[in-house]
């Protein structure tokens, strides 16, 4: 007999070493580090977290908490902030709530001392140390540390009698064994590992006596499925304490009340929202360039900008310099080493693939001061302050208000200094996007956060966990979900659906034999018999958001980091890539891990990651297009705009310059076929949609092919033949009329839906992630999210994971409600139509786009013809 | 559907290579089937793996169409034919021994496979003649695994080759034969298979995809 495991040993998401069975490890081997550097980085490890033993002067613990509150403040010379007080009368008075202030504000004492306060004086002393009292949820494994610490700190200073616990997916087993013996007073911890503690059979006396949550950063998860994956453990938590008190720390949003709803809609608590100290003094300059150049590059990382930044780095005493994507991160770290070899090992860089280690000592290098500088990604958007930090720099476009607020606010925390951001444009069109990142900064035009609806794949989860952690009956846990705000209106034939699907494959009866994960036993209540299947879902609930990953180590050992299979699996041994900053060679791949060793050549190449992508936020191409139509109207006040003006002045002069009430569409012949250039502004991804959508509609009528390319600003349709644009586009081609069900049928025409349902295959449970020791039959479970996308159209089209998928494309993909506003936009707006001879500036970068979709009504054999055809004519040529 | 086929002359002896992908010898009255992989859904779902049925019964269609096209004497499965031991289940050896009884006089003769091994042997119900590779044939050395034969041009499966055609403004991954001078590998005939991309590896080898309901060549 078993039960789910005891030495809960799977708490290895994303990219930890995983290890399914305790009892089969080896003992691991006893490194003693080689280097400088490797004993650096096994002290920045240690340095991490370590659970502190209670020694308590008694006479210091009887004095009452506020007394002994109130020294501390003394003693460290601070006073408390008036919202500080708000929050500690707020949870002093059994009430839930969200706070929202600037990063570095005092949001993790505000809860803190409250939690000690309204908990640490009214448990009975006798019981050394405090059950699990609070639970302190955090998105990122690389503030939980930090996190803990803190708590530890004012706990040990103030006398509590309460052990502080860390949880996460690279916590070590003999620690999380410890833990399942007896639960620390307090735990930080992730969403992923929180659910893997829903799925404990004892999960309901482990965490009963939980009396408060807080949710650190839920800005970050709000808008994802993590954030779902926390609100459904929210509502089990309430559901088994409904004096269950949650407190939220926000940065500040565009629609607090949202984020505030959606965490606390499970909570039958009272709430209050409580505003914390605001923003200080906020810089935003630009380094603009000697030149301008004619073209701007798209998808080009604009290195040239190298030295002038390593000009001002040098100059300030220790800077950020955060990029859009790991790739760029990458470029950028070499380049600024060969800018300045002699900065080897003052500079470094971080992102979210590098392995725990390395971003440790890079943390701890930014905090001691010992770095000059970091180059990274948004894995350092967030987290405990850097004061040595003064200067941050924002490689190419900021892309949001509110982001690029969160990056100011990392620099600038010494006394009496002000944030301050400084972009760097990596093509001259983001000079017009710096003055208008400027301008809504000023007039804080922040971003507010979508989040995902009910989504099923989520609950599809969420039901196994349950099932796992002690069962469920189906009423009671439909009920409870519904109290989220993610499923407030789920209908309970969804829910009946997601039920079905776990319990016998589908709906349809007939169409999913011999098949069952969960069972309904006799007392009513489903349970997860079989072993595999619990250890298969713990090692999937991890995997929430990350890509499958492949981990990349050092043939001699040594964990390096992990990168996505799908660029992992375009190598052949032999080949040279570049990954943290150093160009290596793959050697060999085995069982989830990719083995490498130093590459004798210096470059190799780029990894790519996918879902880096971000689109434009609207406040921020509204303001772009404001300022575009102050240009037109000869206005160019701010520098970046006087740089950017021969660009746009040849753009108005070949063509037409977009602006609000204006729609520009550009016609061009090229060798390559025929380009529809069209600008709506309305970010990225809504161009994709708007590219599909338009392609489908004229291909509905002529069998047709396009090549659709997008970015911020606008999208390009190519096709090998000529279309009457003009004719077409005035009989409605831009109308919003039957949006949804032609964006749908274009779907159908476009691989989009079928590459959404990577994620949502993934989260479901039916494709699941390999790990090393796993047995050699489960090689015979191997089958691509594709495939299986493939085989529910075909055999089970009711499949509502599959209309998940399409609805996730329409709404957080595409952004249907961009596209409408687009359209709708596009159809009131005058038509300026010009036939360039050349690409313009706008253009431009559209055209040498690499990335590109495509829509296609032509039947397989048809295009595969003509590409044969087309390939033979330029073999010849 | 139509489908189309293509013969084309591998090794001085003509191959009809069809858009259901399979092959078939004019000459000998055969049909080449490589990676059918039947039952792989069943797998699925005994492992706890939601696949909804009918891939199965998907791909056992193909194989009547084949049948009803070129009306072979023989059948020879270049391996994995079952995709697993749970592919025993009882709704798929139904649907497997409904169809041999359709075509109760054909000969059938497999290759063994790694699939195979690992499935244990096929059921008696099928009256299958089990071979070990290369099984020599006519001017054939019929393989699972892709491999040299001396004396004879080796076709094989295992693989699952698919082609990547690109141009600038359009791309399509398609199933492949592909053939090198002395060996040859045929796609995948499952329904519930994917696929292996050879663009590289295949390099100086002829190349036919399967685009839709046609066979064209990309390389000759």
Redesign the interface.
């Known amino acids: 007999m078993s039960t789910p495991a005891d030495d809960d040993d799977m708490d290895n998401h994303q990219d930890t070493q995983p290890n399914s069975d305790a009892k089969r490890r080896a003992p691991r081997a006893r490194r003693i580090p080689r280097t400088r550097a490797a004993q650096a980085k096994a002290d920045a490890v240690a340095e991490l977290f370590r659970p502190a033993p209670i020694v308590i002067d008694q006479d210091v613990a009887n004095t009452p908490f506020d007394a002994r509150l109130a020294a501390w403040f003394e003693r460290h010379g601070w006073q408390p902030f008036p919202f500080q007080r708000e929050v500690w009368t707020g949870i002093l008075g059994a009430a839930s709530g969200l706070l929202h202030a600037t990063t570095g504000a005092g949001k993790t004492w505000a809860v803190w001392l409250g939690a000690l306060a309204a908990y640490s004086d009214k448990l009975p002393s006798r019981s050394l140390p405090a059950p699990l009292t609070v639970l302190w949820i955090t998105p990122m494994r690389a503030l939980a540390a930090d996190t803990a610490r803190a708590l530890q700190t004012a706990v040990t200073e103030l006398a509590v009698p309460w052990s502080i616990g860390l949880r996460t997916g690279d916590t070590p087993s003999a620690e999380r064994a410890r833990q399942n013996k007896r639960m620390p007073s307090a735990l930080v911890t992730t969403p992923e590992s929180l659910t893997l503690m829903l799925t404990r059979a004892n999960a309901e006396d482990e965490m009963k006596h939980v009396r408060l949550v807080v949710v650190d950063e839920w800005h970050e998860l709000l808008g994802n499925k993590r954030g779902t994956q926390t609100q459904l453990a929210l509502a089990r938590l309430a559901h088994w304490r409904p004096d269950l008190q949650v407190w939220g720390l926000s940065a500040t949003l565009g629609n607090l009340d949202l984020a505030r709803d959606a965490l606390l809609a499970p909570v039958k608590t009272p709430r209050v929202v409580v505003r914390g100290a605001q923003p200080k003094t906020l810089i935003v300059d630009t380094l603009i360039p000697d030149t301008i150049e004619r073209f701007p590059w798209g998808g080009h990382l604009g290195t040239r900008q190298v030295k002038p930044v390593a000009a001002e780095i040098e100059h300030a005493r220790s800077s950020l310099v955060f990029t859009n994507t790991r790739s760029q991160a990458e470029v950028w770290y070499q380049a600024l080493l060969e800018a300045r070899p002699d900065w080897a090992g003052l500079i470094a860089l971080h992102h979210g693939s590098l392995d725990q280690e390395v971003r440790a000592w890079v943390e701890l290098g930014l905090k001691s001061g010992q770095l000059k500088a970091v180059v990274c990604t948004s894995s350092l958007d967030l987290g405990v302050d850097f004061l040595p930090v003064d200067r941050v720099f924002q490689i190419g476009s900021p892309k949001g208000v509110a982001r690029l607020m969160q990056r100011a606010g990392r620099s600038g925390h010494a006394p009496g200094r002000a944030s301050r951001v400084t972009i760097v444009p990596t093509h001259a069109l983001e000079l017009v996007e710096a003055a208008a990142a400027r301008w809504a900064v000023e007039e804080r035009r922040i971003e507010g956060r979508e989040m995902p609806n009910k989504p099923l794949d989520v609950l599809v989860q969420h039901l196994v966990t349950i099932a796992i952690g002690g069962g469920f009956k189906a009423r009671q846990l439909f009920d409870e979900v519904r109290t989220t705000y993610a499923y407030r209106d789920l209908t309970q034939q969804e829910f009946d659906w997601a039920l079905a699907f776990v319990e016998r494959g589908g709906s349809s009866l007939a169409a999913y034999p011999d098949y069952h994960r969960v069972i309904l036993d006799a007392e009513g209540v489903y349970r997860v018999p079989r072993e595999d299947l619990v250890r298969r879902h713990r090692n999937n609930v991890g995997t929430i958001v990350a890509n499958a990953t492949i981990n990349i180590a050092y043939m001699t050992g040594g964990r390096i980091g992990a990168m996505e299979e799908s660029f992992v699996s375009r190598l052949k041994p032999g080949d040279v890539f570049t990954f943290g900053g150093r160009a290596l060679e793959l050697v060999r791949v085995r069982e989830m891990t990719a083995y490498v060793k130093r590459a004798t050549s210096s470059r190799g190449a780029m990894p790519q990651w996918a879902g880096s992508k971000m689109p434009l936020s609207s406040e921020l191409a509204d303001a772009t297009l404001m300022m575009l139509a102050r240009a037109m109207n000869g206005v160019y006040d701010e520098p970046e705009m006087q740089a950017v003006r021969p660009l746009l002045e040849l753009q108005a002069k070949w063509s037409a310059l977009p602006e609000p009430g204006v729609l520009l569409v550009e016609l061009i012949r090229s060798r390559e076929g025929h380009h529809l250039f069209c600008y709506p502004f309305a970010g990225r991804m809504a161009h994709v949609g708007l590219g599909s959508l338009i392609g489908w509609r004229v291909a509905r009528d002529q069998p047709s092919t396009f090549s659709i390319s997008m970015n911020d600003y606008g999208f390009e349709l190519l096709s090998a033949r000529p279309f009457d644009w003009e004719t077409l586009i005035q009989d409605g081609l831009f109308s919003p009329d039957n949006l949804e069900h032609d964006i749908l049928a274009s779907l159908n025409s476009s691989e989009l839906a079928a590459r959404r349902f990577r994620e949502i295959a993934r989260v479901s449970g039916l494709i699941f992630q390999g790990h090393p020791g796993q047995q050699k039959s489960a090689r015979q479970l191997q089958a691509s999210s594709g495939l299986f996308y493939e085989v529910f159209r075909r055999h089970d089209s009711g499949n509502l994971l599959l209309a998940q998928a399409e609805e996730e494309v329409m709404l957080q993909e595409l952004e249907l409600d961009r596209i409408r506003a687009a359209l709708k936009s596009m159809s009131g707006s005058r038509l300026a139509l010009t036939r360039p001879k050349k690409p313009t500036p706008f253009a431009f970068p559209l055209i040498i786009a690499r990335l590109r979709e495509k829509v296609s009504t032509e039947k397989l054999s048809d295009r595969v013809a003509r590409m044969l055809a087309d390939l033979e004519k330029a073999a010849r040529a | 559907m139509m489908l189309e086929a293509l013969t084309v002359d591998i090794g001085g002896h003509a191959l009809v290579l069809s858009a259901a992908r399979a092959a078939f010898d004019p000459v000998r009255q055969t049909l080449f089937i490589a990676d059918a992989h039947i039952g792989?859904?069943?797998?699925?779902?005994?492992?706890?793996?939601?696949?909804?049925?009918?891939?199965t019964g998907?791909t056992l269609a193909r194989l009547d169409m084949l049948i009803s096209i070129h009306r072979p004497a023989t059948i020879v499965f270049l391996g994995d034919l079952l995709?697993?031991r749970e592919s025993h289940?009882l709704?798929t050896l139904g649907a497997l021994a409904e169809w041999r009884e359709r075509h109760a006089g054909l000969r059938l003769i497999l290759v063994e496979g790694n699939?195979d091994r690992?499935a244990g042997g096929p059921p008696d119900a099928l009256a299958l003649e089990m071979v070990e590779a290369p099984y020599r044939f006519g001017p054939w050395a019929l393989c699972h695994y892709p491999q040299r034969v001396t004396g004879a041009y080796a076709l094989a499966g295992h693989e699952h080759p698919v082609y990547r055609?690109?141009?600038?403004?359009?791309?399509?991954r398609?199933p492949c034969f592909r053939f090198g001078a002395d060996a040859g590998v045929l796609p995948a005939f499952g329904?519930?298979?994917?696929g292996f991309e050879v663009n590289?590896s295949a390099r100086g080898e002829r190349i036919f995809?399967v685009?839709?309901?046609?066979v064209?060549a990309?390389r000759t």
């Open positions: 792989k859904d069943a797998v699925f779902r005994a492992r706890g793996i939601p696949v909804p049925e009918g891939s998907e995709h697993a289940a709704t699939h690992h055609v690109a141009t600038r403004l359009d791309s399509a398609l329904g519930f298979t994917g590289e995809v685009a839709g309901d046609r064209m990309v």
